[in-house]
Structures are given as C-alpha cells and as structure tokens.
C-alpha cells in the first residue's frame, strides 16, 4: 500500500503508527481506505467507508478546528471547511 501515497510518508512510516498496530485489521484498513481517497483528492470517496456514526477526535489540534466531530454531516464541515481554505490559497 505504501506505493499509493506516491512518496508521501505512509501510516506505516508515521510516528502515529503505534495506533495503526494497536487496531483491528478491519479498522487499519478503513484507515487505508481513507488515507488512499484522501491522497487522490476525492473527500467524498473517503466519508464513503466510514460509519454514519463516525468520530474525529482532534481535540489536541493546536489549529482552530480543534475539537471532536461527530457523525458524517459535522465532519463533512470539517473537511470543507479544509477544501475551502486551500482553494483560496490556490
């Protein structure tokens, strides 16, 4: 899989990957699933694998998004909120 983030460091090469090691396998790859939809700039193609009830715990955040973003709808917000800012650096 390492080959799909064309260079970019993988979750195995990440110092986060204690995490990846600690989770089922049916969760690693989920996680996968995300980081290789995200690396192909398709947001929509990663909320796709994921459970309605999602969470996205990023309370440590040190940026003005910090906080914890439940289900699908609030981190579509989110990850626009993202997509928007960038575009406007374009």
Known sequence: MGGDFAGRRT?????GWRYFAAMPKQNVEIVRRVFDAVGRGDPEAALAV???DFEMEWSNSIGPANGI???LEEVRELQNSFLDAFDEVR
């Open 11 to 15: 979750p195995t090469s990440s110092p």
């Open 50 to 52: 994921v459970a309605d």
């Open 69 to 71: 973003y439940r289900g």
